[in-house]
């Protein structure tokens, strides 16, 4: 079992920045977990934005985030990061951070996810 705490969001102007950070804590090593992040806009579905395998070698990014955002994990902090770069107001949504044993980019798949905090970009 992990527990999630995401953080770092808040209200910003377009072509800023913000990095989200999700905290993982629980009876398994962070280690264990491949980690992904999530996001769901009102009145839709919530769909991928980026991923990060477990040894962190591998990261994979929706076609939408490309080149703006960049994924990253500190094992030592138990902790993963969305550093969000050129935001957008279709950036607006709240972000989800999920775990899970295989690194995936479905919605739905991982097995642990968090509360979400909200990421507002004013245009």
């Known amino acids: 079992q992990v527990q999630l705490v995401e953080s770092g969001g808040g209200l910003v102007q377009a072509g800023g920045s913000l990095r989200l950070s999700c905290a993982a804590s629980?009876?398994?090593?962070?280690?264990?977990?491949?980690m992904g992040w999530f996001r769901q806009a009102p009145g839709k579905e919530r769909e991928f934005v980026a991923a990060?395998?477990?040894?962190?070698?591998?990261?994979y990014y929706a076609d939408s985030v490309k080149g703006r955002f960049t994924i990253s994990g500190d094992n030592a902090k138990n902790t993963v990061y969305l550093r969000m770069n050129s935001l957008k107001s279709e950036d607006t949504a709240v972000y989800y951070c999920?775990?899970?044993?295989?690194?995936?980019?479905?919605?739905?798949?991982?097995?642990?996810w968090g509360q979400g905090t909200q990421v507002t970009v004013s245009s």
């Open positions: 999920e775990a899970g044993v295989v690194v995936t980019t479905a919605r739905g798949a991982y097995n642990y």
């Open positions: 629980g009876r398994t090593s962070f280690s264990y977990y491949a």
């Open positions: 990060i395998s477990r040894s962190g070698g591998s990261t």
